[in-house]
Every structure is written in C-alpha cells, then in structure tokens.
C-alpha cells in the first residue's frame, strides 16, 4: 500500500492539508511527509497534486506562506493555517464526519 | 468570502506572473533536494535515491502546468497571447493596417462628430430643473393663419391666473437697448420678462439676485436689471463690485441688481444676438397703455411651466377651454370671425424643431459612411485571409480549435478598430469647430459642441461593435478550409466561388451606399444652387446696409426724444441728407427692414377690392421706407409712381408689390384703391399709388409675400436700417457711413452692418451647410467605393493569372484581356448602381423638406452621378486591366 497511489478527492486533499498544518507551520516536503506519516503511509501525496492544493488554499485566504530555513539550511516556503483557515477545517471535518457517517450506514444497510 | 479572496489572489498574480514561476521552480527543486537527502539518510546510493525521489513525487513539468491552472486566468492569458501575436502580425503587414486603421478612424470620427452634434442640440435637455415641463406659449388669430400675433397685457395676465394649467408664465419681450455713457454707443439685447422669469426657469444669479418685490411693483420699467456674464464682462470690465451699480440705457438710469452665471442662456429667440440684460415691469406706461387694453396686442410671446401634474395635452386642452370662454366673455374685442387662441408647445422641441430634421439627416448620411467603412475593412480582411491560409492550416494541424482560429482572428480585427477608434476620436475632436466655422448661427447650443461623456462611450460603443461584427464574418469564413490542398506550399486554388461571390456582393453594397449618398449629396446641392441663383427681386451688389435704434426715453425731458414722429422724421430726413453727400455714393435711402435679413411678422391688412364692403382681410408684411429705397435698392417699379417728398403724411398713400396686387386685386388696377392696416379695432386706410416688383423678404427660397410699404415721413419707427448703393467697393465707405451717423446723432449705436451680397449668403448658410457636409460624405464614399473595387478586381486578376496567361499564349489581344477585366468590374458597379438606385430613391423622400425646386427623382442628378460613379468604377479597373495585359504567359502556365 505505500506506494499505491490512491486517488483522493480535491476537496479531502485540502482538508487534509490544513489538518497537518494544524499544530506548526511546514514546507512542501515536510507536509508531504506528516501526510505519509498520518494516513500510516495510505497516502503518498505527488508535487503535482500538493503544490496546487497549497495554491489553492493560498488563494482563499486559508494558508499564509512565507519564505525561510528548512532544519539544513535549505531555503524553503514554509506554510502556515491562517485563522480562517483554522474555522475552515473545523466545519469541513464536521461535515466529513457527517457525510462518512451516513454513507457507512448506508454500505452497512442490506 | 474565499471566492471573493481568491479572485483577488488571482488578479495579484497576473502581474507577478514570472516571480511566481521562479519561485515555484526554488520550492519545487528544494523539496526534491530534501526528498533525495531522505532517501540517501535511508541509505540509497545517490543515483538510486534521485530517481527513487524523482519516481516519488511525480512529474515536475505537469506539477507546474496544475499549478499555474490554479492562480491563472486562463481566458484571460489566451487573451493577451492573441493579442500580442495579433499586433505582431499587423505590424509585418504596415501597408494594409495603416489603410485599415484610416478607415476605420475615418468612420469611427465623422460619426461621433456628427453624433456629438445630434447629442448637443437635440438630446441634451435644456439646462434647467424639469426642463419637460417649461413650455414656450404663441398665439393664432384666424384659424388657419402660420403667423404667430403678439399678446395684450389683459390676456398675459389672465395667463398667469390659469393655475391649473401654468404653475409659472412670463413674458418674452425682446428689445434693442442703447447703451450710452461708454466710449462707442452700445446696441445691446434686452429682454423684457415678467418678475418671475427666472423664478420660472429656476436659476440663480451668480452675483446679487434676481426680480424681486421692488422691481414688480412698479408701473413702468423697474430699475433693477439683471445682467448677463458675458455682458460683465464685456461692457462692466467684470467688475465684482458691479452690484448697485447704475448704467444708462436708453437715456434711461438702470441699476445692476444680479449678474447670471456665464453659460446661461434665454432659451428662445432674440433680435440679434445672446441677451444682454434682463428687466421687468408694470406695464402700465409706454409702450403700453395706463389702463390696459385686451385688444392691443404688443407681447410677442411668453414661456410658461407647467402645473405639476398636468401633461402637455392636458394643458392645451384647458387652454382651448379659456380661449373659447375668453371669446365669450369679451365679444367687442374678439371678432367672430377671429378665434384667438393660445398655443403651448415643448419648449426644447420648439428650438430645436427647425434644425431637426437637418441634423438626424447628417446623422443618416453618416452612419452610411461608417457602413461603408466596416465594409471596406472586412473585404481588405477577407482579402488578407486568403493570403493567410497556410499559417492557418498550420495552426489547424497542430491542433487550435475552430474557435480559437476565430478568436485570433477576431481579436486582430478589434485590435484595429480599437486603435481606428482612438483616432477617430482625435479626428472627432478636432472636427468640431471646423463645423462652427460653416454651421449656421440659428442652430441652438451648437457652441456648447464638446466630446463628452455620451460621445465617448458612442466612439468606443461603435469601434467595439463595428470591430468584432466585421471582424467576426471575415474570421468565420478563413477558418473554414481543407487542410489538405491548404496546406502545400503556395495553395492558390484557395478561393472558392462562394468566396469570390461574397466578396463581390460587399463591394456593390459599398457602391450601392455610395450611390445613395451621391445622389443625396447631389439633389441638395442642386436645391443650393437653384437658391443661390433665384432672383432676389432688387441688385445686391454694391450695397452696404445697416441698422440704428433710436433710444425711446421712458422721461420725456430728455434731449433728442424721438418719442415725437416729427423729430423721427427729422433725424432721418438729414441722414439721408448726410449719407447721399458721402463721395462715392449713388443713392442712398432708410427704412425699418431690408431684404433677406431674417424672419418677419406679417400685420394684419384690409384690401378694399370691392368685394364686399368691409373689404377681404389678409396679412402683408408692412415696411416704412424713405423716398429713394427703390432707387437704392434697384428693385423695379411695375405701375403707378414710387413716394416723393411730398408724401409727408398729409394723405396716406402706399405702395403694394406684384404677388399683393395678385392676391387681393387680381384682375382690376390697384392704383387709386385703399389698403389698410388693421391694429385692433382701427384700420389705418392708405391709397396706394403703385405697385413695385416683388422682393424676396425673409430668404431666397420662401415663396414671395404680399408687401405693403408706407413713406417713413407718413409713419416713422424706432427701429431703423440705412441703405447705401455706391459705385466702387461697399465696403470701403462703411466708416465713412458711420462717421456721418454719428454727426447727426452721436449716442446712435450701429449694428448689424453688411454688404448686401453678405446679407445673401447668409440667408442661405443652411443649405449650404447640409450640401458641404454630405458632399463631403459622398466624396469620402466614393473613395472607399473605388478602392473596393480596385482591391476586388486585382485580386481576381491575381488569382486567373494562370487563365488569363492561357488566353495570351492562345492569340488574345491585350485589348481583350483589358476588356474581360473591366466588364467583371463593371458589372460590379452596375449591379451596386441599380441596387443604390432603389434604397437612394426611398432615401430621397426623407429629403423631401430640404429640396428646393429639385424634384427627389430628379433625372438629371441621377444620371449624371451613375455616370460618375461608373466612370470612378472603370478607372479602378484600369490599373490591374494593364497589370493582367503584362502577364508573361510563360511564367503564369509554369506557376502552380
């Protein structure tokens, strides 16, 4: 399973990043680790669908970037949840748990 | 509101576009770095751990292709690229984009010249609160008579008690004032209102105030006047102090109490020129009687505002209502054979009414020429794309969509008109005062020509539309091909009949819209010259003419009062004295108008013709002349003798011209019967003693009137105009006329001095204004057309070089090739004619009021402006005729 490629709705991918970022703020290659590391190596997440995503949440205003030193001085764009951001992945996690909810029972249902 | 944020993300982007894709490349090579670091720390060997990292995280070139989808505005970014591979493209071509953006700024700038005038005089509303409801209100006397009768002071006022009808009425009483005091005697324009005139019109004075309870509650002429901007400035230095300040006017002590704002104007009509000063009165002294009389009637007109609530039909109607109750009331001063009645009119419409249908006339003949514009762009483009379609086969094969071919193309031509527009513009901007400079001076507002607002947006609104309509047929049409045979190198089996076929039909409509603006351009200059060359009934040349306004002091001890007719006819007794002594002078003579030197009231008269005993009623337009007018002006005597001295008053006598003596004593000798002149109840009886040629009184393209003249010693006015006929050049005496004025009377003011040549032209600066500017359309239209037709027919030639040099090398003469050549642009031409034929004569009745003595279907003009237009047609065929004659068979069989 680590190097299947799973594929993932958009809209989950973006809550999933904000829920990685949610303690300490983290550049690309970190947040692409911390997602390996939290889905327990289900999700191996590609540039070219992590980099956009951070776009994205850039753009609505739910991420703040700025530039600085990974941990080997390495110049790197470190993301961070902006307080909106922070609103925004509180619903959308209730409304996840919601919607797996009800799709469970039904799948369950004979 | 994140769709809101992210637009806004978005539009920061786009101008930081190459600073993002950098630093993307930074972040993304970093993170690779990290990735093969990790790998190596796992223990990797180091190619093993980049491609391991590489494997990882997917293609770079795609993860940068996802990103920039995020932050750009694909559209947008298509956009700007066709943009500037259009502009690229344009540029390469210099000659057919510098032909196209002229076109086009041709167009785009004669349309928003003329729309700008459309926009200033009759779409803009008149510049005061509710202007819709300000009405101009004239009276009729006899049902069916077009000239309008003054007002009696009885009758304003019980216009003023119509509440329901008026909220506000004035009078509208224009004067020639006398401003004395200054260095040269002033003619300034005055205007007699009401109290409430500016109350009516709701504006406030720029300096002090306006009428108040002073000025209304005085019998006669109240002292305070209101003063125009310009007339501050002008004859009071502009001085801010001017307030309180006394002038004369008339002999009489006027005082400043306001100045108006520069700008504002009296909406209606003056003797001359803009009003100078306003003033307001009783009127219960002269002019007027102390008692007022409903039957003399002195007040020209008024201007009301409506009651609020009540429309314009409404008002006529209890109007229509009073009259009839007024009839009733005062049967002694309302004959039964008279139905006097009030007439309320728009007061916008009322100004402009006259000009109208001129200006939506321009208006037509230039959006022909912009059609004629667009045309000729979209076939240049049609032309273009032929020559085009390798690259677009190409751009096809590799894979752009129909509609992005299109899009190219549509953009190119917006392009185009975009820039055509900016100097159309420019060309509208600088068109203006060279109209002034010909328009004539009745247009209302057309001083306050400026490009504006409205203007604008219309310049851009119609380069917009314009550029994407003709750009988008010309694209629809290149992106249709076959990639197969377009592709190969130097594909000239490219035009399709179909092709061909729409490019001919553009031409012919481009000569079919020449033809009717031809034809157009040459009825009306007709109907110039037929004015230009009718006989004005007296010789105009050598004559110089002018006029004086002898001051009326309301205070009778004042000097010189020529409120007496004796000392009237004394002053002009010596003038006349004066000016024949002048050297160089062959006659000279005074009366109260000359010939062709604007409109005029006609008086009511009574023919004594002897069909009934009261004698027929009629109107005349009535002028008091010296004894040697006739002589002065050359205008011939028919019958009977002109005045002499003699004729002081003693025994009125008058003289009738032929189109009178037609009209109320047709079949008997007019000699020895009576006219009189009727004001009010009394008619003034004069026996006419001749009978004069008739005289064109008000323009050179009215029918002639009916003209009563009476000596100036029997009856003698205020208002005067001298006439002086010299042997040499007029206009050198004119000082020598002023100087003997002024030792009869230095305080008379001159104005309005003229040869009577001038006077002439001036009549007819209308029509000469409409002739030079669709004239100046239809030559511009005949210059598109032609090279609509040059560009079409060369073309062809190009494209049958191999037949036609299959056809040399066959034994055809030149002739013949020239012959084939100009029969297809013939055709061409002949087909646009006929169809032009047909729209023009459906144009041509909306010419129908401006055509004098030239019938709309006129054979003449028509056939000789088809024959121009042909010959215009073959000359454009000449030049590619001779190319298609210089063919080399050989080099033309051998070309692919």
Known sequence: ?110 | MPLLRSLQFKLKCLFSRRRKEAELAEEMHAHIEMQVEANRAAGMAPEEARLAALRRLGGIDQAKELYRDEWSIRWLEALARDARHGARVLLSSPGFTLVAIATFALGIGASSAVFSIVETVLLRPLPFPQPGRLVDVAFTLTPNAPTNVPCSVPELEDLRGLTDVFAEVSMVFPMDGNLTGVAEPQRVEALAVSSNYFRLLGVAPALGRTFGTEEASVPGWAQGCVLSHDAWKNYFGGDPAVVGKKFSMDYDTFRVVGVMPPGFRHPGRTLVAEVDVWFTGGLRTAPFTETPKRDYRLIPGAIGRLAPGVSPAAAQARLDHFAARVRNDFPRDYRSTERWAPHARGLQEMLVGEVRSSIWLLFGAVVLVLLICCATVANLMLVRSIARRQEMAVRCALGASRSAIVRQLVVESVLIAAVGGIGGLLLAYNLPPLLLALAPQSVPHLNELSVNGPVLAFALGMSGVTGLLFGLLPALRASKFELGPDLKVGGRTGAAPTAQRRRLALVAAQVALSMMLLAGAGLLLRSFLNAWQTAPGFEPRHVVTGRMWLPPPTDPQARQSYHSHENRVRLVRELERRLRAIPGVEAAAIGTEVPLAGTRRANEIVADNGSNEAGTNGDALVTAVSTDYFRTLGVRLLRGRTFTDADDGRNGVALINAAAAERYYAGMDPIGRRVGRRYGDTVNWCTIVGVVDNVKAESLDRPDQPQVYVPLYQESALGLAFLVRTKGGASSLVSAVRGEIHTADADLPIYSVFTMEELLARSLTQRKFIAVIIGSFAGVSLLLAGLGIYGVIALTVTQRGREIGLRLALGASHRQITTMVLRNGLVIACAGIGVGVLGGALATLALRGLLFQTHPLDPLTWGSIAALLLAVAALACWLPARRATKVDPMVALRCD
Request: with cysteine; glycine share 8%.
């Open chain 1, 1 to 110: 399973m680590n190097k299947e490629k799973s594929a993932l709705l958009q809209g989950t991918l973006d809550m999933l990043i904000l829920k990685a970022l949610q303690l300490e703020p983290m550049h690309g290659f970190g947040l692409s680790n911390r997602l390996g590391q939290m889905s327990k190596g289900v999700f191996q997440v590609e540039m070219g669908s992590l980099y956009p995503a951070l776009c994205r949440l850039e753009a609505r205003g739910w991420l703040k970037a700025k530039w600085g030193t990974s941990e080997n001085n390495r110049r790197a764009r470190f993301y961070e949840l902006t307080a909106a951001g922070r609103k925004q992945l509180e619903t959308e996690a209730s409304e996840w748990s919601l919607l797996s909810s009800t799709i469970d029972a039904m799948l369950r249902a004979t």
